[in-house]
Structure formats: structure tokens, C-alpha cells
Antibody, heavy 123, light 106 residues
């Protein structure tokens, strides 16, 4: 069964960094992009960025540019999202989601989601 | 960034009712619009892609329509298991953006 398995919950101090992992199965690394979407408590969905593992190229929302890094390890079919300079308003559920690609490797839709990783930022 | 505006933000309906949720984009996105369902405590799930294509395994009571800036998601006969929050999402331009969500209650 194709799935995305995310790492466990994290509790971090303001100003620190967090690194969340997402292990993919099946042909995900060969034919899709992998993306991170976060959801603050009681709020909506916010796209952070994505990576196309077969090209090694990353794309970030402007809001997260410079503070978030998304990398892919093809040897283990795992994608990582690292966020630095954490603040209390970064407290959220972070979802790894598979992105179906379209023409010229454009992003289309999220067809598979991980269960989410809760990151809590508190002093 | 392309802004996605959903309405209503919440609604209450009865089992068997026809329910329609709308999503408006701040600019023309042709048909580059998807719909997701998120049940409490769960990850979102894809329902509709490219404005009107039903994802495999999704019940046929769900349908999507629209193009340009105005889109809608319709549940033809609401079922108890449809209690969830629904989100639209555009992919015409980066960053990918979501609507604010519509919470459906019975």
C-alpha cells in the first residue's frame, strides 16, 4: 500500500529549529513532487513548499523562503522539512503530501497525505 | 498570491439535503481548482481535481463545477459521514493556495 509515513511529534523552544521527515513508498519518488502543508490549531491549510525528487528541485512559498528547507534522500525515499527560528505561531500540524505533476512538471493536486506531525513551539 | 474565498464558512443541513459550497478565485484560474475533505483529526482527502473530475473511490454524490473565477462543490444527498470541513485549492500559480474552508454540520 502506497503511503507517506511521517516522524513523531516535536516540542521546541522559540528560536530553535525542527526537522520533520516523511518516508514514501511505491513510485512516489520517481513520478511525483512531495510537499509540506501546515495547519495551525483550528485554522485552514497553508502550503509551504515542495520538492521534485527526480530533479532535486525545490519551490517555496515566499512566506517561508529562507526559513524552510526541503530536501530529499533518494536512498531512503525520505523527504525532510527543516524550519529554523521557530516562533509560537509555528505551532501547527505539518502534513507531508504527494503532489501530482502536470505539464512541464507543474504542480497539480495533492493525491496522498501523511497523518501529520504536530510541532509545538513553547518556552 | 491568488486569494481563494469560500462561502459559506459553515453550514448546517439535514441528511439527504443537497449542499453547495462555493469558491471564488481573485483572478482567472481556468479550471485549475481542486477540492478536499477533512474530517476531524484526520488529514485532508482529495475529492475533485481539475474542477470537475471525481477522484477514484469518491462517492458519486460529490460533484464539482466551474471555471474562470467561480467554482462550486455539490453534495447531492448529504450523508452523516460527510460531516467535515471542505477546502478548495488553486494550482494556476505558485504559491498554491487554499480557501478558508467550509465546515459542514448536520
Amino acid at each position: 500500500q502506497v503511503q507517506l509515513v511521517q516522524s513523531g511529534a516535536e516540542v521546541k523552544k522559540p528560536g530553535s529549529s525542527v526537522k520533520v521527515s516523511c518516508k514514501a513508498s511505491g513510485d512516489t519518488f520517481s513520478n511525483y513532487a512531495l510537499s509540506w502543508v501546515r495547519q495551525a490549531p483550528g485554522q485552514g491549510l497553508e502550503w509551504m513548499g515542495a520538492i521534485i525528487p527526480m530533479f532535486g528541485t525545490s519551490n517555496y512559498a515566499q512566506k517561508f523562503q529562507g526559513r524552510v528547507t526541503i530536501i530529499a534522500d533518494e536512498s531512503t525515499s525520505t523527504v525532510y522539512m527543516e524550519m529554523s527560528s521557530l516562533r509560537s505561531d509555528d505551532t501547527a500540524m505539518y502534513y507531508c503530501a504527494r503532489l501530482v505533476l502536470g505539464y512541464s512538471s507543474s504542480f497539480r493536486y495533492f493525491d496522498l497525505w501523511g497523518r501529520g506531525t504536530l510541532v509545538a513551539v513553547s518556552s | 498570491d491568488i486569494q481563494m474565498t469560500q462561502s459559506p464558512s459553515s453550514l448546517s443541513a439535514s441528511v439527504g439535503d443537497r449542499v453547495t459550497i462555493t469558491c471564488q478565485a481573485s483572478q482567472d484560474i481556468t479550471n485549475y481548482l481542486n477540492w478536499y475533505q477533512q474530517k476531524p483529526g484526520e488529514a485532508p482527502k482529495l475529492l475533485i481535481y481539475d474542477a470537475s473530475n471525481l477522484e477514484t473511490g469518491v462517492p458519486s454524490r460529490f460533484s464539482g463545477s466551474g471555471s474562470g473565477t467561480d467554482f462550486s462543490l455539490t453534495i447531492s444527498r448529504l450523508q452523516p459521514e460527510d460531516i467535515a470541513t471542505y477546502y478548495c485549492q488553486q494550482y494556476d500559480d505558485s504559491p498554491l493556495t487554499f480557501g478558508g474552508g467550509t465546515k459542514v454540520e448536520i
